[in-house]
């Protein structure tokens, strides 16, 4: 089973508790189909389980598929620098058709990001350097595709869904919490 590579750190973007038993990690293109799909198992796995679960997640953008990756990544990264990760996160999967500059500057303003400063962070790709951190540590970990995930520090290989994930998870909790 592939291990995680790097581990989990205060560099990462998560949500949850930092102590919770069992990290979800994601490695994850916004432009991805599957990645979309998974986006609402990971919400319900988020609601279901609670303070158990905090949830990381990577960039992993496949840019020779997804023309728009590297961009939406980039502006998920400018809106966390205003504290704005994971709303701009979310909008991102939720409007994976609508990932062109005007719509994420829509976005910007939606989430109240000083637009000013997060429009010119994606004209300098002030953000391409985490990015691509993101990636170069997915590929050290033997992600190849998206969306890729590992339950503390172990690599998912089952399906995206919510049964396999759950599955998964479930068996990681006993160990953690002993």
Not at 8 to 15: A, K, Y
Not at 40 to 68: C, D, N, W, Y
Not at 156 to 161: E, F
Request: proline share 6%; net charge negative; charged share 20%.
């Amino acid at each position: 089973m592939s291990r995680l590579m790097v581990p989990v750190g205060p560099r990462d973007h998560f949500e949850g508790p930092a102590d919770a038993p069992v990290t979800l990690l994601e490695y994850g293109d916004f432009e991805c189909p599957g990645c979309g799909a998974a986006h609402p198992i990971v919400k319900e796995l988020q609601r279901q389980l609670g303070s158990k679960l905090r949830l990381v997640f990577r960039h992993f953008p496949l840019t020779t598929m997804h023309a728009h990756a590297q961009i939406a990544a980039e502006a998920a990264e400018a809106a966390g620098t205003q504290g704005r990760f994971w709303p701009m996160h979310d909008l991102l999967f939720e409007h994976q058709d609508a990932l062109r500059d005007t719509d994420l500057l829509e976005y910007g303003t939606a989430l109240g990001l000083d637009v000013e400063t997060f429009a010119a962070e994606l004209q300098r790709h002030v953000h391409a350097p985490r990015v691509r951190d993101d990636f170069l540590s997915g590929v050290r970990s033997g992600v190849n595709g998206t969306p890729t995930f590992y339950v503390n520090g172990r690599r998912h290989d089952g399906a995206a869904d919510l049964r396999s994930l759950s599955s998964s998870i479930e068996q990681a909790l006993p160990a953690a919490e002993a």
